[in-house]
């Protein structure tokens, strides 16, 4: 039922546009994103087809697993075959915009915003690519990234209604709770993606991975010092899952999905699967974006866009189906089946962001309130290299496996970081 109704979603929405003046030869080829929800990536075939139909555009839609888009749209880029239009995410949109594959799309940026209420601060920050492409590259259509993931059935009775605001609180509510067999945090201190979390931790604690211009590594610092003091109360206190230095990639999920962990840092994707095989969980759970620190909140986003290949003949065509896409009643259908949170600031009033769906108020809160990605620090190769060599977990794992103190943990993820950075 559910698909019969996205196509007539698909089918309604694309009305109303007018028929693009081209050669009927020609044919827009689209690659979207394949994300885990089938109902999402049917939606997004059927309407992109219903809008060729209705505007005499013959279209083409091939649905590329997100795991496979960089090797898949490298090669196209090595033999000029790439689709006319894609979702990219945004390290590839950053990477291409340098070499000049996407085409400028500001005046179509402008005027989704024009008739949307603009953009959220997050999303529009996140992927100006100004800098590296003289003008906008990418049009966002959703955002993603961590949510602070909670057992709210515990920690109601225990006095705990809301969300934890603060780093120090969430230690608090976690205390609470922490009870055999479930643990209070269940957040990773291993060499995965997960753990990356410290990092923004770190940051809200005025930790920097670098100086203002990218360059310079100063993880070494009081800021870090503070962190790593919270970072080892939360340890000896006995909160963190058995286990969380070692985790591969879905420890915490499954330490949260058991029904071992009251608090985890995860995307929606935990929550989804909890609705689909532990309704009663899902039930019993809430979504939030991540606490602050003393500095502030660092809850980043990751947003996903849709480009246009330079080269391709169908420019106006492809500006036409994005503007299509980015409409109020077929977005309000999408996010109902995707895991993506709002880039429009009217689209936070859709049906989608009512309230029903907890994963939803989730990342409406995270779209609202979520930062650029490494912000405040550059967000740059160094970074993501930085990033995926684990060098503040492996700090952390430093503190609370090893024993090391603070200074000698700091200056071991100072020279890391450092010789990354100089990499670049």
């Known amino acids: 039922m559910l698909a019969t109704a996205a196509s007539g979603v698909a ?27 089938e109902d999402a990536n049917k939606l997004l ?4 087809m ?23 749209v490298s090669a196209a880029v090595s033999s000029n075959t790439m689709p006319d239009a894609l979702d990219v995410g945004l390290d590839l949109l950053l990477l291409l915009s340098r070499q000049g594959v ?25 992927t100006d690519t100004s800098a590296v492409a003289s003008g906008r590259t990418g049009i966002p259509f959703g955002v993603n990234g961590n949510l602070l993931l909670r057992r709210k059935d515990l920690l109601e009775p225990a006095g705990f209604a809301e969300a934890p605001k603060t780093w120090e609180e969430l230690v608090t509510q976690a205390m609470a709770v922490n009870k055999s067999p479930v643990s209070g945090l269940g957040l990773a201190l291993s060499n995965v993606g997960d753990a990356n979390v410290q990092v923004n931790i770190l940051q809200s604690y005025g930790g920097r991975i670098a100086d203002d211009a990218g360059k310079m590594v100063t993880i070494k610092s009081e800021a870090t010092r503070t962190y790593l003091t919270w970072l080892k109360d939360a340890w ?45 969980l899902f039930e019993a759970s809430a979504f939030s974006p991540l606490p602050a620190g003393p500095n502030g909140q660092v809850s980043p986003i990751t947003p996903q866009t849709r480009a ?15 503007e299509h896409l980015a409409q109020p009643e077929f977005m309000n259908a999408y996010f109902n089946v995707a895991i993506y949170g709002p880039v429009l600031k009217a689209q936070e009033k859709l049906a989608a962001f009512d309230g029903s769906n907890s994963i939803l108020v989730g990342l409406l809160g995270l779209a609202q309130n979520g930062t650029a990605p490494a912000a405040p620090d550059v967000y740059n190769a160094a970074w993501a290299d930085l990033s995926s060599n684990f060098i503040i977990p492996k700090m952390a794992q430093r503190v609370v496996v090893d024993g090391w103190d603070f200074d000698r943990a700091m200056d071991e993820a100072q020279t890391q970081g450092q010789a990354i950075y100089d990499k670049y």
Do not use: C, H
Not at 102 to 125: E, H, M, N
Not at 249 to 260: C, E, K, P, R
Not at 308 to 317: W, Y
């Open 11 to 37: 089918l309604a929405a694309a009305g109303g546009f007018p028929m693009p003046a081209i050669a009927q030869s020609k044919k827009l080829t689209y690659w979207g994103g394949l994300i885990f929800s």
């Open 45 to 48: 075939t059927d309407a992109i």
């Open 50 to 72: 219903a809008w060729g139909a209705a505007n005499g555009v013959e279209t083409e839609v091939v649905m590329i697993n997100q795991n496979e888009t960089v090797q898949k």
């Open 102 to 126: 996407f085409s400028t799309v500001d005046d179509l940026y402008k005027k989704i915003g024009d008739a949307q209420g603009g953009w959220f601060d997050g999303p529009d920050r996140a």
């Open 236 to 280: 000896d206190k006995g909160l963190f899952s058995p286990g969380n230095t070692s985790w591969d990639g879905a420890g915490d999920n499954q330490a949260y999905l058991s029904g071992q962990a009251a608090f985890i840092a995860n995307t929606g994707s935990v929550g989804i699967a909890a609705k689909k095989d532990d309704p009663e």
């Open 308 to 322: 246009i290949t330079a080269a391709s003949p169908m420019q106006d065509e492809a500006k036409a189906l994005i």
